[in-house]
């Protein structure tokens, strides 16, 4: 039977939180759903590692500092990423209907 | 001598600060000379390598585990001397004109960081350094490819979020790799890594680096990134930028994991289908800049290629010394094709190979650089593109790796194949042939023949320095 | 002092083709004048060198050597020995006869800085792999020359000369990677080797322990040269490679890259393996029987042609061959004749070419069938033609026959009476597409020719412009000299013969 101390538990979420949010970024279209799944992923990888530093007594602060580090990176790509978000919109709404179907052939080409 | 590592790692950041408190006018004088002075840097890294061997720093006198230790072997040095070359060529290529850095402003500052961030992979002695780099590198590149044209900001997004899950994995790695092992030091953490603690975050790590490296089947995200980017973004993206995840990997793979035959066959067999489907990609593109980014899916391929071979006793430093003349060949003879792209690019106003048709008569010097620089892509003698080639076959036949063989061949047919269909237009003659008309080139300036051709040449004579390499990248480990 | 100078020499020849060719590249396209005497002047300055030397190096058997260090354990070399000297001589004439004909030739006609720049750097290409004493040398050239002559054949930019190039293209660089993995897989089991006449030491201790390996090895090299050898069945890319303008033609066929090929077999056969133990391996035979198979099947396809360069080709497909058929009897005499050939079927091939690009430039004509009555329309080219054509056919006292009289001695005395068969039957062919030609040109009355560039046709004699003429009337001369002198010394068979007498040691 697994034992269920508090850092396993924090370990398993972490890894099933990123495993879905994994999941869903590949899935999703939206960008701004993307972001968050992004963000998701990000916060699943920084629970691992708060579990890992919990395995120990007293707890470890090197993974917790890692964490932090990941927090501030986090804060970062979301931030660059809703930049990015809005200059997409920019990029393509004007011209959406003449070049529209050109982008969908890129994308199709580089997939 | 040891002060040139936080020199190597600080000066670019310096410069990057100086660049963004001055308008875009002043950009490119101030870039360039902070360039050039990383660029010296760099080559001292190298000579004092060369000359005295491993170089070791701490920052402000801590020691690890509470300090930042940096750190200088042969490996890093090579690839800290491949950085002050591309970059710096890079550079000039930039500041020949306002066109080649994209639309917005923020080239001069995002590349002295990319700078940055490339160092501070090479000389990292622990794991959290190298983490930090490589996210400092990741965000920094994601703003290069968005200061594109139309589609780059999609580019830049699809970027970012492979950047970032790959660096998440590499983040949950480390995590791993300290909690078996209690410490960040890289020796120190291979020393008491055990397979069984090790090959999840082998897995890991590698999932994420061949994601950044854009290897197959993780490599969509790269041609619009590549491709679509500014004509002085391209190569430090494609040169550099992808080098800064496969050498953080291999370092890695040769200091912390142990053996592990089944994923280093994972990796070959992929890197072996990268060769092969990168080059038919490349061979179905029109875009001379497609062609130049879908090549680099094939030659990333070549470096995932040896890992098979890196694990066998006995053959390691051959094996080092291989794949680190191929990723050098690669970086000079890849910025040698992307900045002679961009120029052709701005000169004509198209990159398709129909428009660049008899290009040679008035661009001869700029064509002889894209030239020299397919000899080694390709891998013809006496490059040094051919010269890495021929390790990987010694000790591919040394071990009886006979599909390794094949593939090396099979892709040096194949990179003749794409290559040839742009240098044939370039030289070609209009005169004859009234379906295409002859390319109209706009005078270009000389920093944009210049620089193709002088990173051709380089790649092209670097053939001749190989013991030199081979001797460079055995110092300090093995 | 002496040693030092004697370094240099190789690097000089080599700089003495390639510095041409980079100052070509940075002429601009309209100083004609200044690339024409560039171009003669260098060209003649490395004859004249290379004949300097010829006494030195076969009298005192001196052989300059240069050494880079290049690979792990390997170098780059560079060695002039006799046969070298032969090879690079004949480029170094040839050169600049074709030099002269292709200034005549492209007189006016736009590209001329590319067309000169890349030919002087398949000079250069050529006396690198002469020059060449290793297998890793010869393979940094043999690539390079594969390269520089894409633009040549590709010149004219028409789709079917691009589409020929690109096979050319991917030919020879096919043929380049079979050379680099024989190479590599060399070097892994018998260590870094070079050229020795006889044959190497390590390369011998390698057959005697593992002859399985020696002999794969020998067949990739086999194919990897035989490629631009044009043996069967790699030789396809030669007739198509036709569309070339004729000076380049002219060169390919002569010197340039069919010779690079065979000059590799004779390399691998005498100087790496030695014939003695490539007899003993058993892998003569089969490249024996190849060699003759292609003999017959080349002057066959070559009496099917109308088209006047692709019968020429597919008559250099078959001459060539000659060479391999040579190397590949054990026996000092057929070896000389290997090796004669070599400049034999270069200088009367030359010729023919030169004739061939002469009629059409003159008189628009590039079918047999309009050659009836040349002989009185452009005389001086038909005898050179009609030189060049009995000279292949083998008609004493030509070059061609002194080849073809040392390979058939050599197959009695190597014991292959046989060949003497295919040797009479290719020489039946050899009679059965050329001598109707040389009927036609002199016994014929002048056919009427309706389109071409001549716009005063009704003028009896028209002859081509000097510098279009005499190289092939030169060549044409050489063709009968070295046939009629080949028994002084210094003469193509006597070097020949020294040559194969110092791989039979």
């Known amino acids: 039977m697994i034992e269920l101390s508090v850092a396993s538990l924090t370990l398993w979420t972490g890894a099933l939180l990123t495993g879905l949010a994994l999941v869903r970024l590949l899935t999703v279209e939206d960008l701004i759903a993307r972001l968050i799944a992004l963000n998701l992923t990000g916060g699943g990888t920084l629970l691992i590692l708060v579990g890992l530093a919990a395995r120990t007594e007293p707890v470890d602060p090197v993974p917790q500092a890692l964490a932090l580090t990941g927090i501030v990176i986090t804060v970062a790509f979301t931030g660059v990423g809703l930049i990015l978000v809005r200059a997409v919109d920019d990029d393509e709404r004007p011209s959406r209907s003449a070049d529209g179907r050109a982008h969908g052939h890129d994308e199709e080409a580089n997939a | 001598m040891s002060a040139l590592l936080p020199a190597a790692v600080l000066l670019p950041v310096i410069t990057a600060l100086a660049c963004l408190a001055l308008p875009r006018r002043a950009q490119p004088i101030s870039g360039f000379l902070g360039g050039l002075a990383s660029a010296a840097v760099n080559a001292a890294v190298v000579v004092a390598v060369t000359s005295h061997g491993v170089l070791e720093h701490h920052m402000a006198g801590w020691a690890p585990p509470l300090g930042i230790a940096l750190r200088a072997d042969g490996l ?78 999609r580019a830049a997004l699809r970027y970012l979020i492979v950047a970032v899950v790959g660096s998440m994995l590499l983040l949950t790695a480390i995590g791993l790799v300290y909690a078996a092992t209690s410490t960040l030091d890289m020796d ?113 391929g070549y470096l995932f290629l040896a890992f098979p071979l890196l694990n066998l006793p006995g053959h390691q430093p ?46 001869g010097v700029l064509t002889a650089g894209m030239i020299l620089s397919a000899v080694s892509l390709i891998g013809l003698p006496m490059s040094l593109g051919f010269t890495a080639k021929w390790q990987y076959l010694e000790v591919a036949l040394q071990t009886g790796a006979w599909w390794i063989v094949l593939v090396l061949l099979t892709g040096t047919l194949l990179a003749a194949g794409y290559l040839l269909r742009p240098l044939a237009a370039l030289i070609r003659d209009s005169d004859t042939h009234e379906e295409v008309g002859q390319a109209e080139i706009g005078p270009r300036p000389a920093a944009q023949r210049w620089v193709p051709l002088a990173l051709g040449a380089m790649a092209v004579g670097a053939g001749l320095f190989t013991t030199d390499l081979t001797a460079l990248t055995s110092i300090g480990w093995g | 002092m002496m040693q030092q100078l004697l370094t240099a020499v190789p690097l000089i020849l080599i700089a003495l083709s390639a510095a041409p060719a980079l100052i070509i590249f940075m002429l601009p396209e309209r100083a004609n004048r200044t690339r024409v005497t560039i171009n003669v002047a260098a060209a003649a300055l490395k004859v004249g060198l290379m004949a300097a030397m010829v006494p030195l190096i076969l009298r005192t058997d001196v052989a300059p050597e240069l050494r880079i260090p290049f690979l792990p354990g390997t170098d780059l070399v560079l060695r002039i020995d006799s046969l070298s000297l032969l090879f690079t001589l004949l480029s170094a004439l040839l050169w600049l006869v074709t030099t002269v004909y292709a200034i005549g030739y492209l007189a006016g006609r736009p590209n001329q800085r590319r067309f000169f720049g890349f030919f002087a750097l398949c000079v250069t290409a050529t006396v690198g792999i002469a020059f060449a004493g290793n297998l890793v040398t010869f393979l940094v050239f043999y690539e390079m020359l594969s390269l520089v002559t894409y633009p040549l054949v590709a010149h004219y930019g028409t789709s079917g000369a691009l589409a020929a190039a690109r096979v050319y293209l991917f030919y020879a660089l096919g043929g380049g990677l079979l050379v680099l993995a024989a190479t590599a897989w060399l070097t892994i089991v018998a260590g870094p080797v070079e050229f020795s006449p006889g044959g190497a030491e390590a390369v011998a201790a390698l057959a005697r322990d593992h002859p399985g390996v020696a002999i794969a090895i020998f067949g990739l090299l086999v194919a990897g040269f035989g490629v631009k050898a044009a043996l069967f069945p790699f030789h396809s890319w030669l007739p198509r490679a036709m569309v070339a303008p004729a000076p380049v033609s002219a060169l390919l066929h002569a010197v340039a890259v069919v010779k690079a090929g065979a000059f590799g077999l004779i390399r691998v056969i005498d ?69 004669v050939h070599l400049v034999h079927q270069g200088l009367s091939k030359i010729t023919l070419f030169f004739c061939a690009g002469l009629v059409a430039e003159v008189w628009g004509i590039k079918k047999i069938s309009q050659l009836d009555g040349l002989g009185r329309r452009m005389p001086l080219t038909a005898a050179a033609f009609t030189a060049g054509a009995l000279s292949m056919i083998g008609i004493p006292p030509m070059a061609g026959f002194i080849s073809k009289w040392q390979l058939g001695a050599g197959a009695l005395d190597a014991g292959q009476p046989w060949v003497i068969g295919v040797l009479i039957g290719s020489a039946l062919l050899n009679a059965a597409y050329f001598l109707p030609v040389v009927v036609r040109m002199w016994f014929r009355p002048p056919a009427e020719i309706r389109e071409g560039p001549v716009e005063n046709r009704t003028r009896p004699v028209l002859e081509a412009p000097a ?33 194969a007498e110092r791989v039979y040691r």
């Open chain 2, 76 to 153: 890093a040095a090579a690839f800290v001397g491949l950085t002050g070359a591309v970059g710096f060529a890079t550079l000039v290529f930039a500041a020949s004109a306002e066109a080649t850095t994209g639309r917005r402003t923020g080239f001069w500052p995002l590349a002295m960081l990319t700078w940055s961030g490339l160092m501070g992979i090479f000389l990292a002695a622990d794991l959290f350094n190298a983490y930090v780099a490589l996210e400092v590198l990741g965000l920094s590149a994601v703003g290069m490819v968005a200061l594109g044209g139309r589609g780059a900001p």
């Open chain 2, 188 to 300: 120190l953490a291979g020393q008491r890594l055990t397979a069984e603690d090790g090959w999840l975050p082998l897995v890991l790590a590698a999932t994420g680096m061949g994601l950044k490296t854009a290897l197959v089947p993780m490599h969509a995200w790269l041609p619009p990134a590549h491709a679509g980017s500014p004509p002085a973004v391209s190569p430090l993206m494609s040169a550099l930028v992808v080098k800064g995840s496969f050498y953080l990997i291999l370092r890695l793979w040769l200091d912390v994991f142990p053996r592990n035959d089944a994923v280093a066959l994972v990796l070959g067999v992929l890197g072996a289908v990268a060769v092969i489907w990168g080059g038919v990609l490349a061979l179905a593109q029109r875009r001379l800049k497609r062609i130049v980014a879908y090549s680099t899916i094939s030659q990333v």
């Open chain 2, 318 to 363: 051959a094996m080092v010394s291989a794949v680190v003349a191929m990723a050098l060949a690669h970086g000079l003879a890849k910025a040698a094709m992307f900045t002679a792209a961009g120029a052709l690019m701005l000169g004509t106003g198209t990159d398709h190979v129909d428009g660049l048709v008899g290009a040679a008569r008035s661009e």
């Open chain 3, 271 to 339: 100087d790496l393996y030695g014939v003695e133990l490539a007899a003993g391996l058993g892998v003569l035979t089969p490249l024996l029987v190849v060699a003759c198979f292609t003999v017959l099947y080349g002057s066959v396809r070559a009496l099917l042609q109308d088209d006047i360069k692709k019968r020429l080709a597919y008559s250099t497909v078959s001459q060539v061959s000659y060479i391999a058929l040579g190397l590949s009897m054990l026996s000092v005499v057929a070896t000389t004749g290997g090796v």
């Open chain 3, 467 to 499: 510098t279009l003429l005499w190289p092939a009337v030169a060549t044409a001369c050489f063709a009968i000299a070295v046939g009629l002198f080949a028994g002084l010394p210094f003469s193509p068979l006597d070097v020949a013969g020294h040559i």
